[in-house]
T-cell receptor
Framework: GAGVSQTPSNKVTEKGKYVELRCDPI?????LYWYRQSLGQGPEFLIY????????DSGLPNDRFFAVRPEGSVSTLKIQRTERGDSAVYLC?????????????FGPGTRLTVL | GENVEQHPSTLSVQEGDSAVIKCTYS??????FPWYKQELGKRPQLIID?????GEKKDQRIAVTLNKTAKHFSLHITETQPEDSAVYFC????????????FGKGTRLHILP
């Protein structure tokens, strides 16, 4: 595809459930970033991958959050035992290589609602 | 860690007038400052960025200024148009390969007809 895509666009779940959010980066982009955007806030860094490995996961709020990128392309953000406070838009971005001087292209986001 | 403050949270200007959004940062090692525009329901998009080796950068109606001594930077939009209505985010980073971008909370800009 021409840009970063994310699925699903919307996800409604119940407290305590498990969810997976998917990100397809731009083809050829080796760096992939996950952000969380709460209402009225800027994107908050969660984790980034350079290739298959998580280069920095310091933004993950707790051990209920986990992300993988097994083949260095598609990434999945996994949230266990969801809580109402997890409700937010989860944004994915990719760049050609890691390093903030390389423009990050954002996906449309997945709006997660935990009831 | 880095902390980015952004003001104002909401800004309304008449079409054709100028808009200014200001940000401050805390980490003196930061040297890369991008600005993103996010239209309602859409993804953030980079509109301009500045590195610390310059004090000002301009791209058509948009300009950014940087004052490293005071640790603040600003976005200036001249001759505003309806399509400028959006949320604007400033951000800061050291620019190192292993560093992350820290975003401000955003400014919702309304262009009034």
């Amino acid at each position: 595809g021409a840009g970063v895509s994310q699925t699903p666009s919307n996800k409604v779940t119940e407290k305590g459930k498990y969810v997976e959010l998917r990100c397809d980066p731009i083809s050829g982009h080796t760096a992939l970033y996950w952000y969380r955007q709460s209402l009225g806030q800027g994107p908050e860094f969660l984790i980034y991958f350079q290739g298959t490995g998580a280069a920095d996961d310091s933004g993950l709020p707790n051990d209920r959050f986990f992300a993988v990128r097994p083949e260095g392309s598609v990434s999945t953000l996994k949230i266990q035992r969801t809580e109402r406070g997890d409700s937010a838009v989860y944004l994915c971005a990719s760049s050609l290589i890691a390093g903030v001087y390389n423009e990050q292209f954002f996906g449309p986001g997945t709006r997660l609602t935990v009831l | 860690g880095e902390n980015v403050e952004q003001h104002p949270s909401t800004l309304s200007v008449q079409e054709g007038d100028s808009a200014v959004i200001k940000c401050t940062y805390s980490d003196s090692a930061s040297n890369y400052f991008p600005w993103y525009k996010q239209e309602l329901g859409k993804r953030p998009q980079l509109i301009i960025d500045i590195r610390s080796n310059v004090g000002e950068k301009k791209d058509q109606r948009i300009a950014v200024t940087l004052n490293k001594t005071a640790k603040h930077f600003s976005l200036h939009i001249t001759e505003t148009q309806p399509e400028d209505s959006a949320v604007y985010f400033c951000a800061a980073s050291t620019g190192r390969r292993d560093d992350k971008i820290i975003f401000g909370k955003g400014t919702r800009l309304h262009i009034l007809p």
